[in-house]
């Protein structure tokens, strides 16, 4: 299993005077940095890389900062579509210059668009050509393209993994897999072990924390169910502890969480992976 966490259980925003973060991360055991990007997200690439492979950390990225809304590749308009896989191949290029493995999210739409009607007809199949086009052009850069499905409060185009799989199988492309987020699915997920059954090997990651977005165990997550199911597929993949720190300013406010979640992100990445290994140990 590659034990991860996200930056943003220490900053709000990634820079190369953030690159201790790697540090740290390393220091708790773990193999794997998540970074978010976007045009509001100003480092060196190069600096990031060096430092992640002398700490032996892999790097995924995710567009958690600015993202121009009309870039969308589920969008009605054909040139909002054009200018989200144009937006896309952006941040895939930086990924492979940042040597990351994934380039994963909700990338199939733009989170925070909701649009409370019936899907027109063709608005999946227009989104699988757009990601088939992306997983091509990642799968030139050795980066794959990873789908996390996420609630019906941030998408209206992909709530499930199985929502997700569909854009897969329209888009045949294999270089197209799944994030399974256990807060995002607590809304939308009766049965966690059978959404990960049907993932099978196109589950590249999974992103763990409670229904609070708090560290995990304790909370509604069916733990137990989702680690058998781990084993039922045989998984070894990405595992990441993701929140936002609360205590950086309003950062948490801003990311629309008015709880306290994490106070620590050095106490939140420890009692999760001891919670998340006891698991590992006693399913894989």
């Given amino acids: 299993m590659l034990y991860g966490a996200h930056i943003y259980l220490f900053t709000d925003k990634w820079a ?14 773990l193999g ?9 997200i100003i480092f060196d690439p190069t ?10 950390l892999k790097l995924l990225i995710g567009p958690g900062g600015a993202w121009p809304v009309h870039c969308d590749l589920s969008a009605d308009q054909a040139d909002d579509r054009h200018a989200g ?13 940042l040597g990351a493995v994934a380039y994963a999210g909700a990338l199939y739409g733009h ?7 019936r899907p027109p007809a063709d608005e999946a199949p227009r989104t699988a050509e757009g990601l088939g086009e992306l997983a091509e052009y990642a799968a030139a850069r050795d980066v794959a393209i990873v789908l996390e499905p996420m609630s019906h409060f941030r998408t209206h185009v992909a709530n499930t993994p199985q929502q997700v799989l569909t854009l897969i199988d329209m888009a045949d ?9 256990t807060y995002h699915l607590i809304t939308e997920v009766r049965d966690y072990g059978a959404a990960v059954r049907a993932c099978g090997d196109r589950l590249w990651g999974v992103h763990a924390c409670e229904n609070d977005r708090g560290v995990p165990g304790g ?14 597929i045989n998984y070894t993949g990405y595992l990441g502890m993701e929140t936002y720190n609360s205590s950086i300013g309003d950062f948490a406010f801003q990311r629309g969480l008015f709880l306290d979640p994490c106070p620590d992100g050095t106490a939140f990445v420890k009692q999760g992976k001891a919670f998340l290994q006891g698991l590992a140990a006693k399913y894989l």
């Fill in 85 to 97: 896989l144009a937006w896309h191949k952006r941040q895939v290029d930086l990924a492979a210059e």
């Fill in 32 to 40: 794997a940095c998540e970074l978010s990007v976007g045009d509001d």
């Fill in 173 to 181: 492309h294999h270089n197209l897999f799944v994030l399974f987020d």
């Fill in 111 to 117: 989170p925070g668009v909701i649009k409370r009607r």
């Fill in 219 to 232: 909370g509604l997550v069916p733990w137990d169910d989702l680690f058998q199911a781990l084993a039922d």
């Fill in 47 to 56: 600096k990031t890389r060096a430092r992640a492979e002398q700490l032996g």
């Fill in 16 to 29: 190369d005077d953030q690159l201790p973060i790697l540090d740290q991360i390393a220091d708790l055991g």
